[in-house]
């Protein structure tokens, strides 16, 4: 690389990722393979428009890059359609909104600090001032399970036109079926954000939503999905030519999906992008990675046990899918963004984060978020998750004493080299 500066700091971070252990849920490890289609000559290119229908000539490559995005992503979560444009998870949240909801209609989603997500209506987005937002939330955070009666009745009191699942905090299944059963009740449509959990769904650990009445499935590719950094959106209806405006009618969903998201919301796709997210897809087809996608809730489960063990409270005490959160204030009266400083000064890497109906501030919150999706492509398996919950709980004992902090992150180091990046 000519940019020698670039260049370093790429190489500082690599070195960051190989000699820490990455614990934040919604992070992972693409395969070379996905890596090579991000830099690869399809960010050259422009194309507006979708296979077959571009808006600019040259697209004999692009064309058939996204056709099999969209083929393998149909397959991976049997949906209708599916849309891969989406640059991030915020832009297929936002489209995926206003392909339904005109502005003021209602939305109804989880309460952010029970696990919802800053994308689902915070009043600092903009999505909170184009659509108005009301609430569901836990019944109980012991258990996680979510208020299906509280739920309906406001379900029945606001008439949303849309509600939505998913969340980014929560350790627990939703119970699609019975969320599907009040959506149809009050003509709702019913879309799921599966940003964290997409892997989990492609590799068959978790129930897809669309086998229990959703619409539409908006996520993320970059992370339990491990592709890369990108958004989709994927739908249940009939496929219609987006270049043409249909009836708003839930069957034509694909096609409003399609025509929100280009030309209404977004321009052009990044190819590149599109490439790996292609290649990600063709990955998580694979044997191995329903594999791995067990593996991820296993350790995951067993990591939840070590940290109980070890005296860390977690709410909804354990864990059924790929991440973890624990309130550090109870357990050692300290706020999360302590246990997240200290950790990144032995290598670990997790972050602090709100609990239900946090007492303190959010850039103080009484929690932090852990899990296991990359530490998983790395190879480990459960024997090694009491390693890792005694790291945590030993840093935190000896936060402040920086010679022991570097004792522990040496260890870390070490224990690192025998689980290299993806080769
Ligand atoms: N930042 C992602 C997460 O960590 O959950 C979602 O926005």
Known sequence: MKDKLIEGLIKAEEKRQREGLELIPSENYV????????????????????????????????DQVEQLAIDRAKKLFGSDHANVQPHAGAPANIASYAAWADPGDTILGMD???????????????????????RYGMKDVETGEIDYEQLREVALKEKPKIILAGFSAYPRELDYAKMAAIGKEVNAVMMADMAHIAGLIAGGVLA???????????????????????????????????LKAPEKTIENLPTLIDRTVFPGFQGGPLMNMIAAKAVAFGEAQQPEFREYAKQIVKNAKKLADELMKRGFKLITNGTDNHLILADVHTSFGIDGKIVEETLDKIGLTLNKNAIPDDPLPPFRPSGIRLGTPAMTTRGLKEEHMGLIADWMLQAIQARGDDKKLNTLNNEVKEFCQAFPLPT
């Open 31 to 62: 395969s070379q393979d996905v890596l090579a289609a991000m830099g690869s000559v399809f960010t050259n290119k422009y194309s507006e428009g979708f296979p077959g229908k571009r808006y600019y000539g040259g697209q004999e490559n692009t």
């Open 112 to 134: 952010l600090s029970h696990g919802g997500h800053l994308t689902h209506g915070h009043p600092v987005t903009l999505a909170a001032k184009i659509w108005r937002f009301v």
């Open 208 to 242: 897809n939503p669309f086998d229990h009445g959703f619409h539409v499935i908006l996520t993320t590719t970059h992370k339990t999905l491990r592709g890369p950094r990108g958004g989709m959106i994927l739908s249940k209806g009939k496929v219609g030519n987006p």
